[in-house]
């Protein structure tokens, strides 16, 4: 298989962990693969937005894109810690805030909420952010205000992104980046979740659903 | 000067083309088939067997390429076509009576493919290429119409075209049917074989592969001369090769089997499907049946050998040769080998291969800057991949090495302009 998706591994490394010298590709070893593969259909169908990745994906069918999804998905692969970007204090501890607690006033649940005390992720459709870099995760909630980038489920986060401020995007890009990776990177189990979705979470129950 | 002769053109030329057409095109009653005929084929609409050969010829025909949307639903319209005159959205034709073609009669229908005219008789624009499916068969037309009556409806209307002027006025088009619409029929050739018809009648009409394998002038007309000669795709940037197979042709020494393979599985010992061609093997030709793909591959081979090209002196190679041969052992020969013969089944060899020395480099440039899998096929349903290299490569690495293939081994095509390299990597690919 790793022969196969040489496509793949120039951007994302040789098996998925992502390469040093290019921050804005995010690692994929190891995130839930129900994710992954909504990721590859999402950029087939126009949801995700790269010159590059729709063109790769472009000729794939689902059984195949359902084998490169658990090919990375099971790769086990430590990962970097990220190149801290430099911010204020004040920042970080925004950062801190909205990752571990949210910000009720604005109606923003916590990262660790849905992905997973230890940001990880949670099986089998919600990523990891541990190990992410700035650039990737700040591109990616700007692209979620912008609705440059939609889901094809539940759009969480394209009500999340929107109530938060951009100083909050790169607040809370800096603090997760800025943290050293968990020793066990494995996705948390399915229902994992500390809380239940939030109502407007949930398509069908006044949920998004764009 | 170039500008000066355009405006020419547009104040002079244009209404005067738009006087002739009216005069060679001056509307007349509409015609129809005999009131019994149209009561038969209406009775015969919903027979399945007709429909399911419908959905076949609908499938040779690609008609859901063009019109199903990215992330849409089959058949219900909104790709926006790019052409050098502007972009045109491929309407629903799921049977949705308002906004679909849930009222039109089979008469109209057949009108759109053979006339290449609306419901009210207007005239269509060729990025529908009713130029190739007139020749189609009313009898094949009235399948497709079956098994387009038998979709679900699809509610969704029709996007604007995006069209500049004076192309956004319809009567523009009279003027350019005149010149290069010549509607008719297939008319089979007694002299040849079934086979050989059968496969001129796939190629030239249901499959319509002149419209993008023949080159077409500044209006978007056709060359008649040069018929599946190769050219450039307008708007898309990709180069449709000459699939003559003889001597001088752009695909010369395939075999039968070698079109088949590629037609079918998207690969062959010769080269792999890509860019467009890779769309047309996965959405059509792989579900053709092995009968209809020997007689393209019939029709092909006997497409007579083309005058070669004068040769252009002695041959040269490029200044960045050695630059290129170095990036090429680095970055190429571990899938495509040492001298470029591929692995068989795998990767593609670049020796000899059409795709790598064709007139112009546009290919073979693409290819290493974007990279990608051939197309996922029930032949080949895990496609083996390259990685794109427009990330890490130069425009002037991608020259030299794509120049290092083009002129080694048995190659002998022109060099690559780092200019040119520069241009094409930003061309959208869709």
């Given at each position: 298989m790793q022969q196969r998706v040489a496509a793949c591994a120039s951007c994302h490394g040789a098996h998925g962990e992502?390469?040093?010298?290019?921050?804005d590709v995010p690692r994929?070893?190891?995130?839930?693969a129900g994710y992954l593969l909504q990721q590859l259909e999402s950029f087939q169908d126009g949801r995700r937005h790269h010159a590059a990745m729709e063109y790769v994906v472009r000729q794939l069918g689902p059984d195949y894109l359902r084998q490169i999804a658990e090919y990375f998905a099971a790769r086990q692969v430590r990962y970097r810690r990220q190149a801290a970007p430099a911010v204020s204090a004040a920042a970080m501890r925004r950062g801190e805030q909205l990752a571990r607690h949210g910000d009720a006033s604005r109606g923003v649940p916590s990262c660790?909420?849905?992905?997973g005390d230890t940001l990880t992720g949670v099986e089998p459709m919600v990523p990891g952010?541990?190990?992410?870099s700035y650039a990737y995760i700040d591109a990616q909630l700007d692209a979620w205000r912008t609705h440059r980038r939609v889901a094809d489920g539940p759009g969480c986060m394209v009500v999340v992104a929107n109530r938060m401020t951009g100083g909050d995007v790169a607040a809370v890009a800096a603090w997760l980046a800025s943290q050293p990776p968990p020793a066990d990177m494995h996705p948390a189990p399915a229902g994992a979740q500390r809380d239940p979705l939030p109502g407007w979470c949930v398509p069908g129950n006044g949920g998004v659903n764009p | 000067m170039t500008r000066r002769w355009w405006r020419g053109v547009l104040v002079f030329g244009l209404p005067g083309m738009a006087l002739l057409g009216w005069w060679l095109f001056v509307p007349g009653r509409v015609q129809q088939a005999p009131t019994a005929q149209r009561e038969a084929e209406a009775a015969r609409l919903r027979d399945p067997a007709l429909i399911a050969r419908g959905e076949y010829l609908a499938a040779v025909g690609d008609c859901a390429a063009c019109h199903t949307?990215?992330?849409?639903?089959?058949?219900?319209g909104g790709r926006m076509l790019a052409t050098p005159f502007g972009d045109l959205p491929a309407p629903n034709?799921?049977?949705?009576?308002e906004t679909g073609i849930?009222?039109?009669?089979f008469e109209d229908f057949w009108r759109a493919l053979h006339?290449?005219?609306?419901?009210?008789?207007e005239p269509l624009y060729p990025v529908f290429s009713y130029t190739s499916f007139?020749?189609?068969?009313r009898d094949d037309a009235l399948a497709i119409f079956a098994w387009l009556k038998s979709l679900p409806p699809v509610h969704q209307s029709d996007r604007e075209p995006g069209l500049a002027f004076p192309y956004s006025v319809?009567?523009?088009?009279l003027a350019w049917r005149a010149l290069y619409f010549e509607p008719g029929v297939y008319r089979p050739d007694?002299?040849?074989?079934p086979e050989w018809n059968r496969g001129a009648y796939l190629v030239q009409?249901?499959?319509?592969?002149?419209?993008?394998h023949t080159t077409r002038n500044a209006w978007g007309g056709m060359d008649r001369d040069r018929r599946l000669a190769g050219g450039t795709i307008p708007a898309q940037d990709w180069y449709a090769p000459?699939?003559?197979?003889?001597?001088?042709?752009?695909?010369?020494?395939?075999?039968k089997q070698d079109i088949v393979d590629l037609l079918k599985t998207g690969q062959s010992a010769r080269g792999v499907a890509f860019g467009p061609m890779a769309d047309v093997v996965r959405d059509?030709?792989?579900?053709?049946?092995d009968a209809d793909l020997q007689a393209v591959a019939v029709y092909l081979q006997a497409l007579p050998a083309r005058t070669p090209a004068?040769?252009?002196?002695a041959f040269a190679q490029a200044a960045s040769h050695a630059q290129g041969g170095q990036l090429y052992v680095r970055q190429?020969?571990?899938?495509?080998?040492?001298?470029?013969?591929?692995?068989?089944?795998v990767y593609p060899p670049l020796d000899g291969n059409s795709s790598v020395t064709g007139p112009t480099a546009t290919n073979a440039v693409r290819s290493v800057l974007l990279g990608g899998f051939a197309p996922a096929t029930?032949?080949?349903?895990r496609p083996y991949s390259m990685p794109p290299f427009a990330q890490q490569l130069s425009d002037d690495e991608v020259a030299a090495v794509v120049g290092y293939i083009r002129q080694s081994w048995s190659n002998r095509a022109s060099a690559v302009w780092p200019a040119e390299v520069g241009r094409l990597r930003h061309t959208p690919v869709d």
């Open positions: 992502g390469l040093p010298g290019d921050p994929l070893a190891g995130k839930p660790a909420s849905c992905h952010l541990a190990g992410l | 949307e990215r992330g849409g639903q089959r058949y219900a034709i799921t049977p949705d009576p849930g009222q039109w009669s006339e290449g005219k609306g419901r009210r008789s007139t020749k189609v068969t319809r009567s523009s088009l007694p002299a040849r074989s009409g249901l499959g319509h592969c002149n419209e993008c000459d699939l003559g197979t003889q001597p001088g042709g752009g695909l010369a020494g395939w075999s059509s030709t792989q579900h053709m049946s004068p040769a252009p002196g190429c020969a571990a899938c495509h080998g040492k001298q470029g013969e591929g692995v068989p089944g029930a032949g080949n349903p």
